[in-house]
């Protein structure tokens, strides 16, 4: 049978998602620093985050039709 690096639990003992969830914010907030030095990072206007939060709930409210 072949190994699929999986431990006892079922979850892979590689990757990002693996970490512990202290780490991977550490990581993420790096990466974000280094965007804003770099002039990359996006940085939503109040009507942008509005926009977004919106189509999220109409994503939502869609999937849970389907699932009913």
Same mark, same amino acid.
């Given at each position: 049978?072949? @190994?699929n690096?999986q =431990? @006892? %639990?079922? +979850?892979?003992n590689?990757g990002? /998602? ?6 991977? $914010?550490?990581? /993420? @907030?790096?990466?974000?620093k &280094? /965007?804003h030095?770099?002039?990359? &990072?996006h940085?939503?206007t109040s009507?942008? &985050? $509005?926009?977004a939060?919106?189509? =999220?709930?109409q &994503?939502r409210?869609?999937?849970? +039709?389907k @699932? %009913?």
């Open positions: 049978m072949a @190994s690096n =431990g @006892s %639990q079922g +979850k892979s590689r990002f /998602a693996s970490m512990d969830p202290e780490r991977q $914010r550490q990581i /993420a @907030s790096e990466g974000g &280094a /965007a030095e770099k002039g990359t &990072a940085e939503f009507e942008e &985050a $509005r926009e939060g919106r189509k =999220g709930g &994503a409210s869609q999937n849970r +039709k @699932s %009913q």
